[in-house]
């Protein structure tokens, strides 16, 4: 239950808190006063779309935060699963702020996405709109109420046979794609068959790749390698014309050492490092020589690497940024070969799977179509009495059930058939109900689906439209019975729905500082009075209309 509604910034309202109790809350006004705000302004936190036309002028951001308090139920494992903890006291908080490009959705202060919202909204508020009873005039929609009104069990065995549809509906594309065109399909295999070969006959490698980039690198700077070796080779083992060797300057020193050995023996440990640093040296030097010796570069090796790692990069550009992808491809291209060149199994395969699918969808639909027809006098006879209680004694209602084309809801197609006089055979709601008559056969089906729902607050954006005298007595007594289980806001221009608020709420436009802003007010007894004579009678109302109106009031009490 909706227990307090805070607004700020949003439209033409600056700040309006709106606190509605349990019962049957009565929100009226003049036309254009903002009754239709405050339920836009609903809307937002249960998941409605977010604009930034609904900011004030002048204002950065728009705020709506609604406290709902509740019982338990199927709420309770939602929250639980989204890990979002209730508050004290079994409070919800949602609060939705909508800034220039930007819509923040928090529920007790933790950020969720607005499809949560909408998820939530389902379980704690129904909206009707001003003209949502119009809805009724879309055939397609019968079925889906007579669905609704069957319950868990039949919505069930719908949502099977719609996922089996969808499994046909994918069969019969993939049966259709195997069976096109065979020169379309003979094209698509010899493409792939040569990508195929153009890929394996490369013989790609990471590792030879790496190796390939190094040895053309290399070869790219063997002048820069000869320079270096170069002058390593001469500087250990040749030497320059006035530079001896590294060799030769080793030779001297072991020659000096050799003649001090006699002189002192602690010398032959020196000498003996030398001769095996000269020994390494020499072993050096000889491999320096060898490596320049190999260094002839050959034109055509050079080439041949070049041309390898072009093979390299073309493949990449036409396949994948890298080997693994290019192997990735390989797979994909040759599981698609196998299922072009065994079309016949293919088809053979997808026929039989189509038939099995065709024949539990016929078998479910069946089951379905007898739901249906178990649920549809129990609906029939249901909306006929609601509709009695709306000043409709003499009315007629059934649901033409007849078979179609299978499809995602099944083989059913339903229409509604309607005589609002006796008589008159049964025709077509949509094409005889007047907007009075749509507008009472919407209320009842409310009437009867808020007890299937268990949601516990009902909005109706003026469900009274096109109606007055009895008939709108009694929509305002349905609207009372409604309000015993379930918390009502309704926003109405008929005295007589007003008169029997448990709360009602006042909202006028005032002028302040210049701008135009949506104000709210709980009426006392007093005020209902006039409020409600000012409805019967016009801006100034007679003595009579406010007896009246006390009457009607008091009739409540």
């Given at each position: 239950?909706?227990?307090?509604?805070?607004?700020?910034?949003?439209?033409l309202?600056?700040?309006?808190?709106?606190?509605?109790?349990?019962?049957?809350?009565?929100?009226?006004?003049?036309?254009?006063?903002?009754?239709?705000?405050?339920?836009?302004?609903?809307?937002?936190?249960?998941?409605?779309?977010a604009?930034?036309?609904y900011i004030?002028?002048?204002?950065?951001?728009?705020i709506?935060?609604?406290?709902?308090?509740?019982?338990?139920?199927?709420?309770?494992n939602?929250?639980?699963?989204?890990?979002?903890?209730?508050?004290?006291?079994?409070l919800?908080?949602?609060?939705?702020?909508?800034?220039?490009?930007?819509?923040?959705?928090?529920?007790?202060?933790?950020?969720v996405t607005?499809?949560?919202?909408?998820?939530?909204?389902?379980?704690?508020?129904?909206?009707?709109?001003?003209?949502?009873?119009?809805?009724?005039?879309?055939?397609?929609?019968h079925?889906?109420?007579?669905d609704?009104?069957?319950?868990?069990?039949?919505?069930?065995?719908?949502?099977?046979?719609?996922?089996?549809?969808?499994?046909?509906?994918?069969?019969?594309?993939?049966?259709?794609?195997?069976?096109?065109?065979?020169?379309?399909?003979?094209?698509?295999?010899?493409?792939?068959?040569?990508?195929?070969?153009?890929?394996?006959?490369?013989?790609l490698?990471?590792?030879?790749?790496?190796?390939?980039?190094?040895?053309?690198?290399?070869?790219?700077?063997?002048?820069?390698?000869?320079?270096?070796?170069?002058?390593?080779?001469?500087?250990?083992?040749?030497?320059?014309e006035?530079?001896?060797?590294?060799?030769?300057?080793?030779?001297?020193?072991?020659?000096?050492?050799?003649?001090?050995?006699?002189?002192?023996?602690k010398?032959?440990?020196?000498?003996?490092?030398?001769?095996q640093?000269?020994?390494?040296?020499?072993?050096?030097?000889?491999?320096?020589?060898?490596y320049?010796?190999e260094?002839?570069?050959n034109?055509?090796?050079?080439?041949?690497?070049?041309d390898?790692?072009?093979?390299?990069?073309?493949?990449?550009?036409?396949?994948?940024?890298?080997?693994?992808?290019?192997?990735?491809?390989?797979?994909?291209?040759?599981?698609?070969i196998?299922?072009l060149?065994?079309?016949?199994?293919?088809r053979?395969?997808?026929?039989?799977?189509?038939?099995?699918?065709?024949?539990?969808?016929?078998?479910?639909?069946?089951?379905?179509?007898?739901?249906?027809?178990?649920?549809?006098?129990?609906?029939?006879?249901?909306i006929?009495?609601?509709?009695?209680?709306?000043?409709?004694?003499?009315?007629?209602?059934?649901?033409?059930?007849?078979?179609?084309?299978?499809?995602?809801?099944?083989?059913?197609?339903?229409?509604?058939?309607?005589?609002?006089?006796?008589?008159?055979?049964?025709?077509?709601?949509?094409?005889?109900?007047s907007?009075?008559?749509?507008?009472?056969?919407?209320?009842?089906?409310?009437?009867?689906?808020?007890?299937?729902?268990?949601?516990?607050?009902?909005?109706?954006?003026?469900?009274?439209?096109?109606i007055s005298?009895?008939?709108?007595?009694?929509?305002?007594?349905?609207?009372?019975?409604?309000?015993?289980?379930?918390?009502?806001?309704c926003?109405?221009?008929?005295?007589q729905?007003?008169?029997?608020?448990?709360?009602?709420?006042?909202?006028?436009?005032?002028?302040?500082?210049?701008?135009?802003a949506?104000?709210?007010?709980?009426?006392?007894?007093?005020?209902?009075?006039?409020e409600?004579?000012?409805?019967?009678?016009?801006?100034?109302?007679?003595?009579?209309?406010?007896?009246h109106?006390?009457?009607?009031?008091?009739?409540?009490?």
């Amino acid at each position: 239950m909706l227990v307090h509604l805070n607004i700020k910034d949003f439209a033409l309202i600056d700040h309006l808190i709106l606190e509605p109790g349990p019962g049957l809350n009565i929100l009226t006004g003049e036309t254009g006063a903002g009754k239709t705000i405050i339920l836009d302004a609903l809307g937002l936190i249960l998941g409605g779309r977010a604009s930034t036309e609904y900011i004030r002028t002048g204002s950065k951001k728009a705020i709506v935060q609604g406290v709902f308090q509740l019982k338990s139920g199927p709420i309770d494992n939602i929250l639980e699963e989204w890990g979002i903890a209730k508050e004290d006291n079994q409070l919800l908080i949602i609060t939705r702020e909508i800034s220039q490009g930007k819509s923040i959705a928090k529920i007790n202060d933790q950020i969720v996405t607005v499809n949560k919202l909408k998820e939530l909204g389902k379980q704690l508020v129904d909206i009707h709109g001003q003209h949502d009873h119009q809805s009724l005039l879309n055939i397609d929609k019968h079925l889906d109420l007579l669905d609704a009104y069957g319950g868990s069990e039949l919505l069930q065995l719908r949502e099977m046979i719609s996922e089996l549809y969808q499994q046909l509906q994918q069969n019969k594309q993939k049966l259709q794609e195997l069976i096109q065109d065979p020169k379309e399909r003979a094209r698509r295999l010899e493409l792939l068959e040569y990508q195929q070969r153009e890929i394996e006959e490369a013989n790609l490698d990471s590792k030879e790749e790496q190796e390939l980039i190094e040895q053309r690198n290399k070869l790219q700077n063997i002048e820069r390698l000869r320079e270096a070796v170069g002058f390593a080779y001469t500087r250990i083992y040749e030497g320059e014309e006035y530079q001896p060797s590294v060799i030769d300057s080793l030779g001297s020193v072991l020659d000096k050492l050799r003649n001090a050995v006699d002189i002192d023996n602690k010398i032959e440990n020196f000498y003996q490092q030398v001769e095996q640093e000269m020994i390494k040296i020499e072993e050096l030097s000889r491999d320096i020589n060898n490596y320049i010796e190999e260094m002839d570069i050959n034109p055509m090796e050079l080439q041949e690497i070049e041309d390898r790692i072009n093979t390299y990069n073309e493949l990449k550009r036409k396949y994948g940024n890298s080997i693994e992808e290019i192997m990735n491809y390989l797979e994909d291209i040759a599981s698609e070969i196998d299922y072009l060149k065994n079309t016949e199994n293919q088809r053979i395969q997808l026929e039989q799977e189509q038939q099995q699918i065709t024949d539990k969808l016929n078998n479910l639909s069946q089951q379905l179509h007898n739901k249906r027809m178990e649920v549809k006098p129990n609906l029939e006879e249901n909306i006929i009495s609601q509709l009695k209680d709306l000043a409709m004694d003499k009315v007629q209602f059934s649901v033409d059930l007849q078979q179609t084309k299978l499809n995602s809801r099944g083989f059913d197609k339903a229409e509604f058939l309607f005589s609002p006089n006796k008589g008159e055979p049964v025709k077509s709601l949509v094409k005889i109900a007047s907007g009075g008559e749509l507008a009472r056969v919407m209320l009842a089906l409310k009437s009867i689906f808020s007890d299937i729902d268990n949601i516990s607050t009902l909005v109706f954006d003026e469900v009274d439209t096109g109606i007055s005298g009895t008939a709108a007595q009694k929509v305002a007594y349905k609207l009372q019975s409604l309000s015993d289980n379930t918390q009502i806001l309704c926003v109405t221009h008929l005295p007589q729905v007003a008169s029997k608020a448990d709360e009602h709420f006042k909202l006028s436009k005032s002028d302040y500082n210049g701008r135009t802003a949506t104000e709210i007010n709980t009426l006392s007894r007093q005020d209902r009075i006039f409020e409600i004579a000012k409805m019967i009678d016009g801006e100034e109302p007679s003595k009579t209309s406010l007896e009246h109106a006390e009457n009607m009031i008091f009739g409540r009490d």
